[in-house]
C-alpha cells in the first residue's frame, strides 16, 4: 500500500470489521486517509429486526473512525439506491427473474454515486472491505489496465460482487484486506482495538439488511394465488431431444467442437411446463415471489426429501417442484447471455464472433468454480459447462475467471 502514499484516499466505512481493518490498514501505512459513511436505506418494511440497521452501524463507524483517528463525513445516497438497486429489484421479480441487488449496489453505488461524493470531498481514491484482489500494468498502446482477481481468502472471496464493475471504476479503487483471510482480519482488529472488531458480519440486502423477501416486495408487487404442481421424475424420459441440456441427456452430448450454433441454442432451451405434465399438491401467494432452488415457504409436506422450485410461470403464476436435491429439473448444462447483457472487465479481452475460450465459472456468490467453455455468437454468449449446474436462475450473473491467478474477465446476466 505504499504506492498509494501521497494520494487522499476515501474509505467506506460502513461500521463493519471488514472496511474497519481496512481502514487502519491504510492510516498504519501512513495513507492519508479519511471516512465515508453512506446511508442507502430508511424504510424499514419487511426488516427482520424491524428498525434500520444502519443507525447502529453508523454509531460503530463513528467510533471507529475516531480510534483510528482519521476524518469522519457522512452522506445520504437512498434517494439514488432505491432508483438504482431498489426499482431495479422490483422490476426483476416482478418479470419473474431473480436479480442480484449487491452486484448493482457495488457498480450504480459503491463505484458511482458514492465515488462522485468521495472526490467531491478531495479524494483520489476509494478504498472497501471487499475480499478480492487488485493490480494493473501498462499495454503496449501505453494505457494502463487495471486487474481484479479473486480475494485470497476462498471463503470469503467477494470478486463476484465487482462482476459489473468497468476500467474507470477500478482504477482509483484500493482493496486493502484482499490478500488476508478472515480470521487475521478479526486478529487485526482485536489487536488494534477496533469497536467493530467482534461485529457479526451483515447479512441480506445489502444496504437494507435480513428481509423478510416476501412481505418486502409486497410494496409494490400484489400477491396472487396460484397452484404449485409437482413434476415427477420419469417425466424428463421422455423429453424429446429438443431438450438436450436436462440431466437426463447427459450421455448423447456432442463433443464441444460438433454444437454448432443451433446445438448451443438447443443446450440452453428450456421446457415449457404445463400443470396437465404433473400433479397439484399445494397453492402459493404469487410465483413474483419464488426462484429456482428455493425450498422455503413451500408448504408442501409427504415427501421423503425436500421439495424445490424448478421453474415459475408468471403467466399462469404456477410453480413448478420437484423432489430431491439432485431433481433432474434443476441441473442444467448451459446457459446464454444475450448481447447487451455481456460486460467485459477487461475490455482488451473481449471474444469476438466464433471465437471459444475456456474459462472457470461461477453462477451465484461462494459457488465453487466449474470449468466451462464460453462460445461468442452472433445471437450472445453461450457457456456450456462440463458438468451440469444445479439452480440456472435468470436475472442471476455468471461470472467467467481465467485460470490461475483467478482474474476476473467479465460477466452477463443470465437470460
Known amino acids: 500500500m505504499q504506492e498509494y502514499l501521497g494520494k487522499k484516499i476515501a474509505v467506506g466505512l460502513s461500521g463493519g470489521v471488514d472496511s474497519s481493518v481496512a481502514a487502519y490498514l491504510l492510516k498504519r501505512q501512513g495513507c492519508d486517509v479519511f471516512a465515508l459513511f453512506m446511508q442507502n436505506w430508511h424504510d424499514t418494511t419487511g426488516t427482520l429486526h424491524g428498525e434500520c440497521e444502519w443507525e447502529e452501524d453508523l454509531q460503530v463507524a463513528r467510533m471507529v473512525a475516531a480510534k483510528i483517528g482519521i476524518p469522519f463525513h457522512f452522506v445520504d445516497l437512498s434517494d439514488t439506491y432505491r432508483k438504482q438497486v431498489v426499482d431495479y429489484m422490483f422490476a426483476e421479480y416482478g418479470a419473474g427473474r431473480t436479480p442480484n441487488p449487491d452486484v448493482m449496489c457495488n457498480s450504480k453505488i459503491k463505484f458511482a454515486a458514492f ?47 465487482l462482476c459489473q464493475l468497468t476500467q474507470q471504476q477500478l482504477a482509483p479503487a484500493i482493496f486493502p484486506i484482499g490478500d488476508i483471510d478472515k480470521p487475521e482480519v478479526r486478529r487485526i482488529a482485536r489487536e488494534a482495538g477496533l469497536p467493530s472488531a467482534e461485529k457479526k458480519d451483515s447479512q441480506g440486502i445489502c444496504f437494507v439488511g435480513k428481509v423478510d423477501l416476501p412481505v418486502f416486495l409486497q410494496q409494490q408487487l400484489k ?16 423429453l424429446s ?6 440431466c437426463h441427456n447427459d450421455g448423447a452430448l456432442q463433443a464441444p ?25 399445494g397453492r402459493h401467494f404469487g410465483a413474483n415471489f419464488f426462484t429456482i432452488g428455493q425450498r422455503k415457504g413451500l408448504n408442501v409436506g409427504g415427501h421423503a426429501e425436500s421439495v424445490f422450485v424448478i421453474h415459475t410461470d408468471m403467466s399462469t403464476n404456477t410453480i413448478y417442484v420437484g423432489e430431491g436435491h439432485n431433481f433432474p429439473g434443476l441441473l442444467r448444462k448451459a446457459l446464454h447471455i444475450r448481447n447487451e447483457d455481456i460486460h467485459w472487465i477487461r475490455n482488451d479481452l473481449c471474444m469476438k464472433t466464433g471465437e471459444r475460450r ?37 436475472g442471476q450473473f455468471a461470472v467467467w475467471y481465467e485460470a490461475g491467478d483467478l482474474e476476473m474477465i467479465g460477466s452477463g446476466v443470465i437470460e
Open 358 to 394: 475456456d474459462y472457470l465459472v461461477r453462477i451465484r456468490y461462494r459457488q465453487p468454480l466449474q470449468k466451462a467453455v464460453l462460445y461468442r455468437c452472433e445471437d450472445g454468449m453461450y457457456i456450456v459447462f462440463e458438468e451440469h449446474q444445479r439452480g440456472i436462475t435468470p
Open 257 to 281: 467442437e460438433d454444437y454448432g450454433e443451433e446445438g448451443l441454442r438447443n443446450l440452453c432451451r428450456c421446457y415449457d411446463y404445463k400443470e396437465s405434465d404433473g400433479k397439484v399438491v
Open 223 to 238: 400477491a396472487r394465488e396460484g397452484n404449485i404442481v409437482e413434476i415427477d421424475r420419469s417425466f424428463y424420459r421422455g
Open 241 to 246: 431431444a429438443e431438450y438436450p441440456g436436462y
Open 115 to 161: 465515488l462522485e461524493a468521495a472526490r467531491s470531498l478531495g479524494a483520489e481514491m476509494v478504498a472497501t472491505g471487499h475480499y478480492c484482489r487488485k493490480d494493473e500494468f501498462v499495454a503496449e498502446d501505453g494505457s494502463t489496465v487495471y486487474r481484479i482477481m479473486a480475494g485470497s481468502d476462498s471463503n470469503k472471496d467477494q470478486s463476484y460482487f
